[in-house]
């Protein structure tokens, strides 16, 4: 299990090195990686792993399916939780019965780089007439009315959820000399913050800044940020992202906890499908 955990480390880790955010990337959010088995997404943690679009098949799939394999084409490591049961004593001396997760891995190949594999999947974008803002505007303030959250331009010089009050404040649109999609991009990451309260997926946002357990919270906010952006095809300019600070205090989190990029993934998933009411059950890890 921690050699997984460390595999995923030292992957996102090469990747912030060489100035790739994993969580910003093109197709993150919309097609990105399927399995040719289900045409079903792969978990968030795997996309960003795979870093391409397509539909992946491990070995033994493209040999059921007559394929070949091109020289030289490399597969991606991708990873999956699985449990096991071992025996406890409680603290009444009672033996019990306690369910373990663990994370295992196997490796993926692009049907793309394959000969003789005809690709099943071809899905279709939504037939909207809606523009990218009004989409988002329209998915926001459903999950706001719904779970009855506030959003506030009271403060024009930050951007916060309050989890005591259970509001959001940004500074209002003109405030962003930028672009408007810098609006929204802020609003996302808060949005996605705001589902952390108790009475919704009760997530642990107690840690000071600088602590594992604030990093993780802040990854969780940016990578579903990150994902609604592209979902609405919302091109943020927001700088920080690509500034070599951001880059550094990534790689700094990365390095102090192997479990933050498997947690905070799953988090943020299902963060983004409690916003969108989204059925649970749509991805995959085959």
Known sequence: MNQAYTEIQNTIITLLEQGTIPWEQPWFGSKGAISFNTGRPYSWLNQMLIQESG???TWNQIQLNGGHLRRGSKGKRVYFYRTFEKQERNDKGEIIIKTVPYLRSY?????????????????????????????????VNKYLIREHIELRHRNECEAYYSKKYDYINIPPLANFKHSAEDYYA?????VVHSTSAEKRLNRDTSGSFGSVAYAREELVAEIGAAFLLKKFNIDSKRSIEQSAAYIKSWITSLRNDSKLIP????KSERAVQ???SEDTANTTEE
């Open 55 to 57: 539909e992946f098949l």
């Open 107 to 139: 490796t993926v190949f692009n049907a793309n780089d394959c000969d003789g594999i005809v690709k099943r999947w071809h899905h279709q974008k939504p037939n909207t007439n809606l523009t990218p803002i009004q989409q988002v505007e329209d998915a």
């Open 186 to 190: 802020t609003m996302l990451h808060e």
């Open 263 to 266: 947690v905070a993934a799953g």
């Open 274 to 276: 409690f916003i969108l």
